[in-house]
């Protein structure tokens, strides 16, 4: 009996044995492969967490949300200071929005979600090569949201590439499909060129710099950290989440947000991402060839709480399987992010504690990460900022 139909069998008993508990650990892919008409006890959330139990009871109407426009083309033109003030209320309000016009080449966009799909095609012992326990191999596939912690699983499995610096890693990345490597580092690159001009724009709308502005100081820092970005920190992440004969009882991805400064997100033509936005979860809807950026916890920090960081998750069904890229972006793994000098004052103290890329895989290593529970950890007490405040004086 192959080990799907075995642990089907063991299901109707009720129980999760230890050899289900290595197959959860192949993934969700592996585990439908010879069909599953219930989902194991293992994927199954408690009834608060459910998506859409929740929704029935707050009532929540079921609603798309139109996220803000940023035209990446205007942001190169006489129009860049409209788009700027466009990309702050994106940020401050939304810590979300949708990029148009952004000169990235369809078929650049559609190679890359085509080899991403045809790499979770492959049979599982070819994924399988890149199973990895270690949270920061260069190239990873695995399962869930940490496999290694998460109490429940969730439906989603994925391939996490480290890209930065490309020549030491594209070697190391899948090398089936054969067109993989080459694909996915056309797409790194215009996604990372992409990413350079957001945070530009999105410093400048901070305010931290602009032409006008004669503090050399506050000049050398904007300088400085565009400089870190361009050798900073890039890791792709392609998430499948295949059809779910239960979809109401499990989830893709419970509610996290991102680590870095921005995530630049391509999603295919299956909804699935939900964004929090006041108080409530509403539908991204998939725009071809359109990325939705989001506002990342480092960023939050950098901004001194300006722009914040956005919980999200994503949602099964249970007819079509589901495929986005993310793109996420920082600093070089090793540099502090720290809120910026220009953006802290008497009126604005501090709100976090430098922090570094180490510092948040111990945290995501030593616990099961839940929400925004790093950032939280970060944020400073009234009482130390107090503190801060006597030593400064
Ligand atoms: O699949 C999606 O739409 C979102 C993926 C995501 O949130 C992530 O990879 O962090
Ligand atoms: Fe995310």
Redesign the pocket.
């Known amino acids: 009996m192959s080990p799907a139909i075995a642990m089907t069998t063991d299901q109707t008993k009720g129980g999760d044995h230890h050899d289900d508990q290595s197959l959860y650990q192949k993934g969700v892919k592996h585990l439908c492969e010879n069909g599953l008409d219930r989902v194991p006890d293992k994927y199954i959330l408690p009834a608060a967490d459910r998506p859409n139990i929740t929704k029935q009871d707050l009532n929540i109407v079921e609603d798309n949300l139109k996220l803000p426009i940023i035209d990446f083309a205007q942001l190169l033109g006489p129009n860049r200071s409209q788009v700027l003030k466009s990309l702050a209320n994106a940020c401050e309000h939304y810590g979300f929005f949708q990029v148009i016009n952004h000169g990235i080449a369809e078929d650049i966009i559609s190679n890359m979600i085509d080899a991403g799909t045809r790499f979770f095609e492959l049979p599982f012992e070819d994924r399988a090569k890149y199973m990895s326990n270690n949270m920061q191999a260069p190239v990873r596939y695995g399962t869930s949201y940490n496999q290694n912690k998460d109490k429940v699983f969730c439906w989603r499995d994925f391939l996490k590439l480290l890209c930065h610096p490309l020549p030491e890693f594209l070697p190391l990345w899948p090398s089936s499909p054969v067109d993989f490597q080459n694909l996915a580092a056309t797409y790194s690159k215009e996604t990372k060129y992409m990413f350079l001009m957001l945070m530009e724009a999105i410093i400048e709308s901070l305010g931290i710099v602009t032409t006008a502005t004669t503090n050399d100081q506050n000049k050398t820092e904007e300088e400085d950290i565009l400089k870190q970005f361009e050798d900073g920190s890039q890791v792709m ?1 392609v ?1 499948f ?1 295949p059809p779910c004969p239960e979809p109401d009882l499990t989830i ?2 419970p509610p ?1 947000s ?1 680590y870095g400064f921005l ?1 630049l ?1 391509l ?1 295919d033509e299956v909804e ?2 939900q964004i929090q936005f006041q108080g409530q979860w509403v539908t991204v809807e998939p725009i071809a060839n359109k990325f939705v950026i989001n506002v990342g916890d480092h960023l939050e920090i950098f901004s001194n709480g300006k722009y914040k960081s956005v919980l ?1 998750r ?1 949602l099964v069904n249970s007819v079509k399987s ?1 495929i ?1 890229v ?1 793109s996420l972006h920082s600093l070089p793994f090793n540099c502090m992010v720290r809120p910026s000098p220009n953006l802290i004052g008497e009126e604005n103290p501090k709100r976090y504690k430098d922090t570094d890329f180490g510092c948040f895989l111990n945290y995501v290593s030593s616990c099961e990460p839940k929400r925004k529970d790093f950032l939280e950890s970060r944020k400073l007490t009234s009482k130390i900022m107090e503190k801060l405040d006597v030593h400064s004086t």
């Open positions: 992440v998430n989440y893709g991805l996290h991102d995530t997100l999603q699935g991402l999200h994503v589901r986005s993310a």
